[in-house]
Every structure is written in C-alpha cells, then in structure tokens.
C-alpha cells in the first residue's frame, strides 16, 4: 500500500489569538483588571468589545494603541 502524504489543516487561531481579556489588557499595561475598569470608564483606553457576557478587547488594534504610545483613543480603534 502506496504511503499518502497528508497536509494538515491551517489551525484557525484561537480566542486568545485573537481577542485580549482583561486579565490580558492588564498585563499589557503592568496595572490591575481594576483599573482596566477606571481606565475604560474613563475613557483613557480603547472601550472593548461585548462577546455575549464577556468583555474583551481585539489583539492587534489593542497592541497598536499600545505601540503608538496610549494616546487617547477615538470611538473606535479597529
């Protein structure tokens, strides 16, 4: 019997891949999930995203942010 060479699938990337929690938004910026809070009601951070009862905010528009220095955010950061 012939051996078949198989290509595996391209793994989709996962949540975390994809979206930060704010647990993740905290270690991003050496501060508490709290202040993540203040900070979002405050509106000195880019506001997240509501996933059902989940709060997280996209990866890359948030590392931009990040790399760009933290200005202040617009309405939208995508």
């Known amino acids: 019997m012939p051996s ?3 290509c595996p699938l ?3 990337p996962s949540a975390a891949a994809i979206m930060l929690t704010i647990d993740g938004v905290a270690a991003m910026l050496a501060c508490s999930p709290r ?3 203040r900070l979002v009601d ?3 951070i880019p506001r ?3 996933l059902g009862g989940m709060i997280r905010w996209p990866r890359e528009p948030f590392e931009r942010w ?3 220095g933290c200005p202040k955010p617009s309405k939208n950061i995508a």
């Open 35 to 37: 202040t993540v809070h």
């Open 4 to 6: 078949q060479e198989t």
């Open 66 to 68: 990040v790399a760009q």
């Open 48 to 50: 997240p995203v509501r």
């Open 42 to 44: 405050t509106g000195r």
């Open 10 to 12: 391209p793994l989709a």
